[in-house]
């Protein structure tokens, strides 16, 4: 199992590096205006409605009151810890990693208001990682029957419409999204090697 996780870490970190670096050289350009193109024609009031409500749940307000909200009802002090601490690192290197890229938003296009810079995408880099993390504590905590599998189905949802409903609100290029969600896979299988081995 250890080996599988470290093959994903190391395939999705090699994925995430050629795909920014076609990102950043506008090799991914005519896919992202492409898929501008395409979400043009199917917006409408109510998917509009239902994926700012989506993006919400990605968001770092929700996220935090959230995790507050787990530290209560998670009894092991580890997994607390460790809770923290993936939403704070994930954090921390999205900030970093945005802020050396700098790269601006999709102009004209977005139905809500984001300042900060596009590249990779908040909502999928670190929502994306707390998810993850939280189907490994579903894993550890719940007996292996159908509500197990059944909210650890929900939560991969979960993970790909908040992808979507960036690109969809048009926050964000396809290219930011795709990037930050593959970190996020890389960094939390490795997040799960380390914390494993420690404890």
Known sequence: MKNIKLTIVIASFLLFLLLSYLTLTNKLINIDFAIIDFIDKIRNNNLTFILKIITFLGGTIFLILFSISLLFILKNNKEKINLSKNLIIITLLNIFLKNIIKRNRPL????????????????????????LHLINIIKNNLPNNLLKTSLIIITYILIISICFSRIYLGVHYFSDVICGLLFAISYSNLFDIITKKAN
């Open 108 to 131: 004209g296009i977005a139905l809500i208001l984001e300042d900060s810079y596009s590249f990779p995408s908040g909502h999928a880099m670190i929502s994306s990682a707390f998810y």
